[in-house]
């Protein structure tokens, strides 16, 4: 005597998901990545600057890990099959996730290196470190304005994003110590710079990883609060009871829902039953932006009889 409903067709592929709006934005930023990192690794080079060579490295993450980000856009694209009845989607939740092991690694390797050279500094020319240091900040302000609208929006962009944030932090860095330099001839300016260039990357890291796991774990998403989702239905006429309710993402912009609803005998006649789908559908796209609803209508007592997995 239960009702399935579904909403809006099959279900949503790559073509749906919030990072493939932003395909065109991830090209030009990773563009912008390969020319910085040609021109860091030749000032790094040149002046023998370990603040120029981290943020080098880190640009070498960024190329990476947007080529990732475009890669996981293009898989996400295929469609959905009868094994995988949501595609594959959730390659770029996977892509943020290996961006913020890829910047962990980073962040690690420059913590390392900048305790040692702080022992031990190099002779950095400050007037070339500025240079390339404000080319690599300029360049990765282009970045961050392409990528900034997609960086709400998904957070396969939003790794992106942050790793491009963190590198311009980085160049910024290496520009304040060649500075220092260049006015004091302290030469540990250099290291100090590469290992604030560390220490930014960790927190915004963790961050995103905890929201990738958490879509992962089929976490609620902080947008949908369970709570008035089970208020609104509960309050919906002819509902009397909710159970087996569960909300999660699928990637970023794709939230998903489904419950068992309990309804009045009447609900559940061939009129009655398009009439409460059609309410509870209204109810949650008046209220809440989700993807894709799943209803299953049933009367009192129906859950006696269900495997009491979930509840």
Known sequence: MGAGHHHGGAPRSGPHTAGAA?????????????????AELAGAAVTGSLALLADAGHVATDAVGLAMALFAVHVAARPASERRTFGFARMEILAALLNCLLLLGVGGYLLVESVARLGAPAEVPGGPTVAFGA?????????LAVLLRGSRESLNVRGAFLEVAADALGSLAVVAAALVILATGWQRADPIASLAIAVLIVPRTVRLAREALDVLLETAPPEVEVARVREHILGL?????????????????????????????????????????????????????VAHCTFQLEPSGHAEHEPGLCH
Do not use: K, Y
């Open 22 to 38: 932003h395909r065109g934005r991830l090209r030009i930023a990773l563009a912008l990545a390969c020319a910085l990192l040609v």
């Open 135 to 143: 080319l690599g900040l300029a360049l990765n302000c282009a970045s």
């Open 237 to 289: 006429p002819g509902v009397r009871d909710l159970h087996d309710l569960h909300v999660w993402t699928i990637t970023s912009g794709m939230p998903v829902l489904s419950a068992h609803v309990v309804v009045d005998q009447e609900a559940l006649d061939a009129v009655g039953q398009e009439r409460m789908l059609h309410d509870l559908q209204g109810c949650l796209g008046e209220h809440f932006e």
